[in-house]
């Protein structure tokens, strides 16, 4: 069916952080391209993005940080929207969900399912803070984890063993809030009956997408609905979101799964405001096509939850495809907002200023179309240097000084066609075509290596023409090189905008070309010889070792800083008075002899020099030190430790050492200049 408008959405980034290259390859990139095409084409677009500002984790950022989640979502909301527009993601509108249009929007959505007794209501016991006057959201509780004994797991999941729980599984519960163990108490609930949906989407989903989806997404949503769907909570208690609209509601919001879908409608509604248009058929109308760029966390939302919501409210479409992706991982890890294992959008424009086309390049190239897929630096620096450098950059700049060399600038006529010349030009033909199929099916990665081919046949056609050696005695040969290399940078230029915004919009500047010329794409007379092209400047550079090392740096220093938080450790032992601490004589010592103990693998024989006297200390940690390292060694002996007869040796205190979790042991050694017998207090 020949669609008449698309909707495009991306998925809402949560505003309680920066965001990062697995977002852009996830999602923001692929939807960008794909929006980009379609303008290109002329089709009537809307590509929608926004924050989505509400939930639990935003608050207990406020919290923490001692502001109101007003000013986290405020922070974090401009600082994304600067980073989408520094990468050039051509959103028709960056909406957020705090905004007032939205909260009338997911209200009214709301107030529409209520009313045609959508939704079911239930009463349950949920944990309450009594001091506080509230309940308790999952994040707001924590206790000792039932499986693993870990004490601070959350009311939600235990991060230490990583099963999903109810808070009222967890032993010795404490509201996070006042540090009181909470009281259940009775409280109301409306829930959405998601199996009341289970044969329409097993229809709609199941038989009729089953060949247009991709795999990694149908094969999810059949995993969920054979499952058996149940009905889910649409409201809950606490105090940020979207008020419920109802009487006897008080102190309740939309739970955001169920407001934040709804910022698509409200950012479209505010960009027909201000364009002076109507929003209805971008979500009413059969003949517009509506997609979701998702990543694949995010599936079972907008393949699922949001379809039933908008098939309940009735008078809206389904999405026509959800091409969601799978996750990019950094450096063969997980990419981790809270271990910091990321690459910031806003640091690496710090890092690489100007150069937002060769990240988008580089993700894209790697997008985690079909499965999870891997970013390193090293990749990208390939990337760069021996796609975009040497072959992209080094055919239109080698046309362009060539250009400027032979015929000063102007664009030479074709005098006649070599059988070689007709074969460039046939290829050529092929390319929009191809890229189109690939696109249109949302397999950007192959669109996009179709694209760099294009440059590939140019750098080939131009390296084996060898004009620059029959100029002297064949001027017209090179002119007719030269016009093709000339109209395969023009194609470049226009079939490149999708992919590399910035370097395109340079490569027409240099081409003197303006306009959208998407339809020209394919054709070998867009640059005519009246033309002038202006003088070349390079399209990329070359990225050093030493800028690819400092990254690698970097990850590298945040990977021990995560080893050192993530070291296990034990509690912290029972409080001891300052007198009983007192009673123990830490002192300063010398290591004078040290020997093996016969028939023993772990103890050695110390003779130390404590400055009080020397005595004879045996030690277990044959196993770490050899004899010999030890005279000389200074350490840290507890003097006044009972004697005990160990193997047959009288053992006069102890040496402290530190234990690493791999068993590992280390001395505990003064800084400076310290003598024997010094007091430790
Ligand atoms: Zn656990």
Redesign the pocket.
Same mark, same amino acid.
């Given at each position: 069916m020949r669609f008449q408008r698309h909707t495009v959405t991306s998925a809402l980034p949560y505003a309680n952080g920066p965001i990062h290259i697995g977002h852009l390859a996830g999602v923001y990139v692929p939807a960008d391209i794909y929006a980009r095409y379609l303008r290109l084409k002329g089709e009537d677009v809307v590509f929608i993005g926004g924050s989505d500002e509400h939930g639990v984790p935003i608050t207990i950022k406020a919290k923490q940080e001692g502001v109101t989640p007003q000013q986290v979502v405020d922070k974090y909301h401009k600082q994304i929207k600067e980073s989408f527009e520094a990468f050039g993601i051509s959103f028709d509108v960056y909406s957020r969900t705090s905004d007032q249009r939205h909260h009338d929007t997911a209200s009214d959505f709301f107030r529409k399912l209520y009313d045609t007794h959508h939704f079911v209501e239930q009463e349950s016991d949920q944990y309450f803070d009594e001091e506080q006057k509230q309940f308790l959201a999952d994040r707001y509780i924590t206790g000792t /984890?039932p499986? +693993? =004994?870990?004490e601070r797991?959350y009311g939600d999941q +235990?991060e230490? /063993? =990583?099963?999903s729980l109810n808070a009222t599984d967890l032993i010795n519960p404490k509201s996070v809030l006042s540090g009181n163990p909470p009281v259940l108490k009775l409280t109301k609930h409306w829930f959405l009956p998601l199996n009341d949906f289970e044969p329409m989407l097993r229809q709609w989903i199941l038989k009729d997408h089953k060949h247009d989806w991709k795999t990694n997404v149908y094969g999810q949503c059949k995993s969920w609905i054979d499952q058996g769907l149940q009905p889910r909570a649409v409201t809950r208690d606490l105090d940020w979101g979207v008020k419920v609209p109802i009487e006897g509601a008080e102190g309740k919001v939309l739970y955001v799964w169920f407001d934040a879908p709804i910022g698509y409608i409200s950012a479209t509604r505010e960009w027909a405001e201000a364009k002076g248009k109507d929003w209805e058929p971008y979500w009413k109308s059969n003949d517009t096509r509506l997609v979701h760029f998702i990543g694949k966390d995010n599936i079972v939302f907008h393949c699922i939850v949001f379809p039933a919501m908008l098939k309940a409210e009735g008078s809206y479409i389904l999405p026509d495809n959800v091409p969601a992706n799978e996750f990019l991982n950094l450096e063969g890890d997980k990419v981790s907002t809270s271990r910091n294992w990321a690459v910031w959008l806003h640091e690496y424009l710090q890092d690489f200023p100007g150069k937002q086309d060769v990240l988008r390049y580089a993700l894209c190239a790697a997008a985690p179309e079909t499965k999870d897929n891997d970013f390193t630096w090293k990749d990208f620096q390939a990337r760069n240097n021996s796609e975009l450098v040497a072959i992209l950059g080094n055919f239109v700049n080698r046309t362009l000084v060539l250009v400027h060399k032979y015929f000063n600038g102007c664009v030479p006529e074709v005098s006649q066609f070599m059988p070689e010349d007709l074969a460039v030009v046939d290829a050529l033909k092929t390319f929009p075509g191809k890229i189109s199929i690939s696109l249109d099916n949302f397999r950007f990665r192959e669109a996009l290596a179709e694209y760099m081919n294009l440059a590939r046949l140019g750098n080939k056609y131009l390296t084996d023409a060898e004009p620059w050696k029959i100029f002297q005695t064949d001027p017209d040969r090179v002119a007719t090189i030269l016009n093709i290399s000339l109209q395969l940078c023009a194609n470049l230029a226009i079939l490149g905008e999708p992919f590399l915004p910035f370097s395109s919009q340079k490569l027409f500047a240099q081409l003197n070309l303006e306009g959208n010329l998407w339809h020209m794409a394919g054709n070998i007379h867009i640059l005519n010889s009246t033309q002038v092209v202006n003088a070349p400047q390079l399209l990329f550079e070359k990225i050093e070792d030493h800028q690819i090392a400092f990254q690698v740096e970097k990850l590298a220093k945040t990977k021990l800083l995560n080893q050192i938080v993530q070291t296990p450790v034990e509690a912290a032992k029972d409080p001891v008075s300052f007198e009983e601490f007192q009673k123990t004589d830490l002192r300063i010592g010398t290591i004078l002899t040290a020997e093996k103990i016969a028939k023993t693998k772990k103890l050695l024989k110390l003779e130390v020099d404590t400055g009080v006297d020397r005595r004879t200390i045996v030690s277990g940690i044959a196993g770490h030190f050899a004899p010999e390292q030890l005279p000389g060694k200074k350490v840290v002996v507890l003097l006044n430790l009972e004697p005990r007869v160990i193997k047959g040796v009288v053992s006069h205190g102890m040496l402290l050492l530190a234990e690493t979790p791999q068993g590992g042991l280390h001395f505990i050694v003064p800084e400076g200049d310290v003598d024997n017998g010094m007091k430790i207090s």
């Open positions: /984890c499986h +693993c =004994g870990f797991a +235990c230490n /063993c =990583g099963t």
